[in-house]
């Protein structure tokens, strides 16, 4: 075990709850600013890094020893946000790109990959952090890291970590300009096209112009 790790099981829970509670609030102010669409250009990779930030938080609440609530009852804290206008707003911000496939459970065998939306993935997360941040900010503190923890097991750390892998991907796709699998094989009516190594490169040109640029995302520059 390092020693990180080691200082997060025995730091002040309350040291590490500010620590926590600030981590959780600046991905939820920063993911909610990048759902405005106002710079659709960066927003891949601005997305890219908040979740791997936000995924070191949970890494520390994963590690750390089980927090236990206060109350032996959840305290109320009203009515769930509604999120279908902050999802529709990722889906539109992401698509083209915004369904990929994921497996549940990579230990379950043979488990096959099932579709998810990065959108939906996203409003899931944010509604499971602003849950816990709702008793954050009315002094629950226990009851908000006992919430952050588990829900983090429970479905925002999963989640997290199949959208971190997603937006990996799609990246690096674009980057590198390698086509996803569906377009693999795409006509593009070339004269000549005379190995599959030129067909998949044209492929991930047309990845790149076809979803990169859209997305604000550039392909790999080319030397002469």
Request: hydrophobic share 40%; proline share 7%; no cysteine.
């Amino acid at each position: 075990m390092s020693d990180a790790t080691l200082h997060d099981a025995q730091q002040d829970p309350n040291d590490f709850s500010v620590q926590i509670g600030d981590q959780i609030e600046s991905f939820l102010v920063a993911v909610t600013e990048v759902a405005k669409g106002d710079e659709p250009g960066s927003a891949i990779p601005f997305l890219l890094l908040e979740v791997s930030q936000l995924l070191l938080a949970g890494g520390r609440l994963g590690a750390h020893e089980d927090f236990v609530p206060a109350e032996r009852y959840e305290p109320d804290i009203g009515p769930e946000p509604d999120m279908d206008e902050l999802r529709e707003r990722f889906a539109r911000l992401l698509d083209p790109a915004d369904v990929y496939s994921e497996v549940f459970d990579p230990y379950v065998p043979r488990s096959e990959p099932v579709p998810h939306r990065v959108s939906d993935d996203l409003a899931d997360i944010i509604s499971d952090l602003r849950h816990g941040m709702a008793h954050y900010k009315a002094g629950r503190v226990s009851e908000a890291l006992w919430w952050w923890q588990f829900s983090y097991f429970s479905n925002w750390g999963p989640t997290a970590s199949a959208v971190l892998r997603a937006l990996q991907s799609l990246l690096t796709h674009i980057r590198t300009e390698s086509p996803l699998e569906e377009l693999d094989g795409l006509d593009t009516d070339a004269e000549a096209v005379e190995s599959d190594d030129s067909l998949e490169e044209e492929a991930g040109r047309v990845m790149a112009a076809e979803i990169g640029i859209p997305l604000g995302v550039k392909g790999k520059s080319v030397r002469s």
